[in-house]
T-cell receptor, first 111, second 116 residues
Framework: GNSVTQMEGPVTLSEEAFLTINCTYTATGYPSLFWYVQYPGEGLQLLLKATKADDKGSNKGFEATYRKETTSFHLEKGSVQVSDSAVYFCALLDNTDKLIFGTGTRLQVFP | NAGVTQTPKFQVLKTGQSMTLQCAQDMNHNSMYWYRQDPGMGLRLIYYSASEGTTDKGEVPNGYNVSRLNKREFSLRLESAAPSQTSVYFC???????????????FGPGTRLTVL
């Protein structure tokens, strides 16, 4: 079946450090891929998306590239800020329009 | 435009009590969803409704019922709450836009439920 695996957290970084959160998926075909972000006490918000192989999604300085060969969609940011502290979820949209989520990775950024 | 709203924000129940979680969206979306979020497990789909008048089970439906009251509202009912239902519950809605290659789900702020 479809599944998403992402690295366990928490990820703890100093401000301006480089961020990578790994995400790999198992799916039939080529699903759309997403990163959602959850700030403390809030619901999930779509951060970025990619709908086909080699697409790069980007938003707010975050980027992720849809890699068909490695079935991966790693999230990166060149210089994190304290305000980026949140939980990040990788997800895929299956062929029945349902989102399959990874377990989430907590990012903590310290000044 | 409030998006997706949920009530209540917090709730404490005793084992065996019942309650209904309310969800409403003002984006005229056809599809609505209920998820639960547990530590280390991400979000898991409880029930969804592809359109007004239809509901289907998701990954973890046991112990829950839903009602798609109209296009705007989708409620989740716990008939006899159990401690295993302690969780954060999220409602979401979505719609395929003409010409789009994906549909984006919009989430409510969540309801934190504790069952003692």
């Amino acid at each position: 079946g479809n599944s998403v695996t992402q690295m366990e957290g928490p990820v703890t970084l100093s401000e301006e450090a480089f961020l990578t959160i790994n995400c790999t998926y198992t799916a039939t075909g080529y699903p759309s891929l997403f990163w959602y972000v959850q700030y403390p006490g809030e619901g999930l918000q779509l951060l970025l998306k990619a709908t086909k192989a080699d697409d790069k999604g980007s938003n707010k300085g975050f980027e992720a590239t849809y890699r068909k060969e490695t079935t991966s969609f790693h999230l990166e940011k060149g210089s994190v800020q304290v305000s980026d502290s949140a939980v990040y979820f990788c997800a895929l949209l299956d062929n029945t329009d349902k989102l399959i989520f990874g377990t989430g990775t907590r990012l903590q950024v310290f000044p | 435009n409030a998006g997706v709203t949920q009530t209540p924000k917090f709730q404490v129940l005793k084992t065996g009590q019942s309650m209904t979680l309310q969800c409403a969206q003002d984006m005229n979306h056809n599809s609505m969803y209920w998820y639960r979020q547990d530590p280390g497990m991400g979000l898991r789909l409880i029930y969804y409704s592809a359109s007004e008048g239809t509901t289907d089970k998701g990954e973890v439906p046991n112990g829950y019922n839903v009602s798609r009251l109209n296009k705007r509202e989708f409620s989740l009912r716990l008939e006899s709450a159990a401690p295993s239902q302690t969780s954060v519950y999220f409602c979401a809605s979505s719609e395929w836009l003409a010409g789009a290659s994906y549909n984006e789900q919009f989430f409510g702020p969540g309801t934190r439920l504790t069952v003692l």
